[in-house]
């Protein structure tokens, strides 16, 4: 009877363990998961060493951060490019003749990677997160020593929010798919940007919204600038899961500068997809924005990463709020590319 007795209690005790349910992981833990200070940092210190020179488009050390690129998106476990096979959108690009400086042609790449989402239904929409890895080079100064444009702010800070969005839904993937795009040309014209979108490796009509992200330089760590925030109708995504890291999301504080339209955003805007540009702090576009702008003193160990680490989780968790989202993300209502955009959605 004792045997039994404790037989019993066992098997009451493995009843109960089972029915025991493990609460499913929220989206922020889900970002924090996978975006760390470290990676930050590693990937940031890489792209803006002194090594690639500024990561001009056309030059070996642009060619080398893209295969670095490539290889972390190949690494996370994202598929690649669906139309070549690898991670490059390969293209000749051309830059127009400028006063003296004559046209020149040169090759170069975009580098995409993609995330198939879980919904039997929203995977057929697909995510943009976007930014570009190019910078200026190396330029002579007069009475400065240090000719290169290491570009940590402008683009390597953008570059990586990106990956940190792939690193995450590589491991948790959203109901909606994920197209991973790193545009070579930016600074040439958004040649990169505009090149994909005469040549989407994926239908255009598929691509939902693109999240865009480009940066100039910050004046507050307290907020993330999103460029374009209140012209779409996910805006208030953005602001929850930046409130959830404690920063506040703001619109465009600069609209003398026309900042949305001098980012890759834009010629996925023109196409009619929605596509705001998710930037670090600035309320006004001086101070520490243009102390850093397109300067050779834009190094990496300049860098507030505490503050980064909020900023990169706050995209990733906006990106995981709107790809699970069941709504379909739209313009605001008489935006200039509201019209546009029900033609190419033919709604």
């Not at 994202?78 to 991670?87: A, F, I, L, R, T």
Request: net charge negative; charged share 25%; glycine share 8%.
């Amino acid at each position: 009877m004792k045997y039994s007795i404790l037989t019993l209690l066992a098997l009451l005790s493995l009843s109960c363990k089972t029915q025991v349910k493990v609460a499913e992981p929220t989206d922020k833990e889900l970002t924090e998961k996978t975006t760390t200070k470290s990676d930050i940092e590693g990937h940031i210190y890489f792209l803006a060493d002194d090594l690639l020179k500024g990561r001009e488009t056309g030059t070996p050390e642009n060619k080398i951060a893209a295969a670095y690129l490539a290889n972390t998106l190949r690494s996370y476990g994202v598929k690649p490019n669906p139309e070549s096979g690898d991670y490059y959108q390969r293209m000749t690009l051309e830059v127009p003749a400028r006063g003296e400086r004559p046209a020149q042609s040169f090759d170069s790449q975009n580098v995409i990677g993609v995330v198939e989402g879980t919904d039997p239904e929203l995977k057929n929409q697909y995510i943009i997160y976007s930014a570009h890895y190019d910078h200026v080079g190396v330029r002579k100064i007069p009475n400065q020593t240090d000719s290169i444009f290491n570009g940590a702010r402008d683009n390597a800070v953008g570059t990586t929010t990106v990956l940190a969005m792939a690193k995450n839904l590589a491991q948790f993937p959203t109901k909606r798919s994920a197209l991973f795009i790193l545009f070579t040309g930016e600074e040439k014209g958004l040649l990169g940007s505009r090149y994909y979108v005469e040549n989407p490796v994926l239908p255009l009509e598929q691509m939902v919204y693109c999240f865009n992200s480009d940066n100039g330089g910050y004046n507050d760590t307290s907020i993330a600038t999103i460029v374009g925030l209140e012209r779409t109708s996910v805006g208030q995504h953005i602001k929850d899961a930046s409130a959830a890291f404690g920063l506040e999301a703001i619109d465009d504080p600069a609209g003398e500068q026309g900042l949305f339209d001098r980012s890759d955003n834009v010629s996925f805007a023109k196409k009619g997809i929605p596509a705001p540009t998710f930037s670090m702090g600035f309320r006004s576009f001086d101070g520490d924005v243009t102390k850093y702008y397109h300067q050779p003193i834009d190094e990496a160990n300049s860098l507030d990463y505490d503050y980064l680490t909020k900023f990169f989780r706050a995209y990733v968790l906006s990106g995981r709020k709107i790809g699970n989202d069941p709504k379909t993300p739209v313009w605001t209502a008489g935006d200039k590319y509201e019209a546009v955009s029900k033609e190419l959605y033919k709604n």
